[in-house]
T-cell receptor, first 113, second 115 residues
Framework: AQTVTQSQPEMSVQEAETVTLSCTYD???????LFWYKQPPSRQMILVIR??????QNATENRFSVNFQKAAKSFSLKISDSQLGDAAMYFC??????????FGQGTRLTINP | GAGVSQSPSNKVTEKGKDVELRCDPI?????LYWYRQSLGQGLEFLIY????????KSGLPSDRFSAERTGGSVSTLTIQRTQQEDSAVYLC?????????????FGQGTRLTVV
């Protein structure tokens, strides 16, 4: 079964600095999708960024970018110029085909002003 | 509204009672997921509906839990004889397709408290 591991339960960063959240996953497949979701205190899960495994180019969405290392099964999220509104739980997730969406345990990110 | 709607937002029930949690997905979305999130924890998969396929029930923790999706739209998660360990936030999500090509949109969840 596919598993997703986030080894950092908590992270903190100074406002305007850069932070990287780690994620590793286990799969024997070659075609799949990876996601980072953000969950602020409101509980609303919001998609931050998505990566297709067959695309070598790392996905980027404004201040958010990923470092996708397919061979190493690593999928880290980099947040540049951190803002107070970035404070939230961040979840890494994996999906292959029509199978279920599998989540990691999450990383709580704190932004220090 | 255009988003995923869950009701009730909060539910307090007595141990041993049955509860029903409702999820209204975005219209036209073929995939629907239920997850459970205990306080400060990750998302525990419960069940996944995809079109007319048999649902993936592999995450249901016990036979006290069941879910159905009527007419490919609204879904109800039922917990029978609730226990205190059932207390959690129950999240529903839907996506247009079952693949990762389309984004999964989440509702705001139902916070269940068993006393």
């Amino acid at each position: 079964a596919q598993t997703v591991t986030q080894s950092q339960p908590e992270m903190s960063v100074q406002e305007a600095e850069t932070v990287t959240l780690s994620c590793t996953y286990d799969t024997s497949e070659s075609d799949y999708y990876l996601f980072w979701y953000k969950q602020p205190p409101s509980r609303q899960m919001i998609l931050v960024i998505r990566q297709e495994a067959y695309k070598q180019q790392n996905a980027t969405e404004n201040r958010f970018s990923v470092n996708f290392q397919k061979a190493a099964k690593s999928f880290s999220l980099k947040i540049s110029d951190s803002q107070l509104g970035d404070a939230a739980m961040y979840f890494c997730a994996y999906k292959r085909g029509a199978q279920k969406l599998v989540f990691g345990q999450g990383t709580r990110l704190t932004i220090n002003p | 509204g255009a988003g995923v709607s869950q009701s009730p937002s909060n539910k307090v029930t007595e141990k041993g009672k049955d509860v029903e949690l409702r999820c209204d997905p975005i219209s036209g979305h073929t995939a629907l997921y239920w997850y459970r999130q205990s306080l400060g924890q990750g998302l525990e998969f419960l069940i996944y509906f995809q079109g007319n396929s048999a649902p993936d029930k592999s995450g249901l923790p016990s036979d006290r839990f069941s879910a159905e999706r009527t007419g490919g739209s609204v879904s109800t998660l039922t917990i029978q004889r609730t226990q205190q360990e059932d207390s959690a936030v129950y999240l529903c999500a839907s996506s247009l397709l079952g693949t990762g090509k389309t984004e999964a949109f989440f509702g705001q969840g139902t916070r269940l408290t068993v006393v």
